[in-house]
Antibody, heavy 116, light 112 residues
Framework: EVQLVESGGTLVQPGGSLRLSCAAT????????MHWVRQAPGKGLVWVSR????????DYVDSVKGRFTVSRDNAKNTVYLQMNSLRVEDTAVYYC?????????WGQGILVTVSS | EIVMTQSPLSLAVTPGEPASISCRSS???????????FEWYLQKPGQSPHLLIY???SRASGVPDRFSGSGSGTDFTLKISRVEAEDVGIYYC?????????FGQGTKLEIK
């Protein structure tokens, strides 16, 4: 069974850092693009970042460029999102997503709260 | 950035009746390979989103055939032939033609 389990979410102060992890099971991680999508409380979905199968291509939404870094370790079946210089507006549930087309699969999401 | 605009933003439907949601993109979502990089997602209350339709009109695995997607270029439609109680939630359209991938605002479906 395909599973994506996010971890690392917590309460952090503005300006702080956090690393989210996404553990993948039930499929071959190295075969898929992986994405991060976030959802602020009561709001819609916002695509944040993606990384290609071998990690050679990484893209970001403008609002996180220079602050967030996506990476992956296919041997450990894990995808990461390093978040630096966090802002109050980064508060959201962060979803790890396999593919965003035919083979799309979403994790349960992890809450990141940025507040003083 | 490609802007995705959904309508309506909410609708209430009687069980057994049809429903339709529209989504318009600010640019064509057809790529040079001929694929339409457009998807529909449903987020049921308290759950993560899941894929309903990909490539504009292909149903994802396990999606009931009462759901259908159509459209090309910039105008797309999701139709539910006969709404059931389990269809409640927020429907999102999304483009994967280019980054940043972008979602529509969401359409909240409720049962009358």
């Amino acid at each position: 069974e395909v599973q994506l389990v996010e971890s690392g979410g917590t309460l952090v102060q503005p300006g702080g850092s956090l690393r989210l992890s996404c553990a993948a099971t039930g499929f071959t991680l190295s075969s898929y693009w992986m994405h991060w999508v976030r959802q602020a409380p009561g709001k819609g979905l916002v695509w944040v970042s993606r990384i290609s199968q071998e990690g050679t291509v990484r893209d970001y939404v403008d609002s996180v460029k220079g602050r967030f870094t996506v990476s992956r370790d296919n041997a450990k079946n894990t995808v990461y999102l390093q978040m630096n210089s966090l802002r109050v507006e980064d508060t959201a549930v962060y979803y790890c997503v396999r593919d965003l087309q035919k083979f799309s699969w979403w994790g349960q999401g992890i809450l990141v709260t940025v507040s003083s | 950035e490609i802007v995705m605009t959904q309508s309506p933003l909410s609708l209430a439907v009687t069980p057994g009746e049809p429903a339709s949601i529209s989504c318009r993109s600010s640019q064509s979502l057809v790529s040079s390979d001929g694929y339409i990089h457009f998807e529909w997602y449903l987020q049921k209350p308290g759950q993560s989103p899941h894929l309903l339709i990909y490539f504009g009109s292909s149903r994802a695995s396990g999606v009931p055939d009462r759901f259908s997607g159509s459209g090309s270029g910039t105008d797309f439609t999701l139709k539910i032939s006969r709404v059931e109680a389990e269809d409640v939630g927020i429907y999102y359209c999304m483009q994967a033609r280019e980054t940043p991938h972008t979602f529509g605002q969401g359409t909240k479906l409720e049962i009358k």
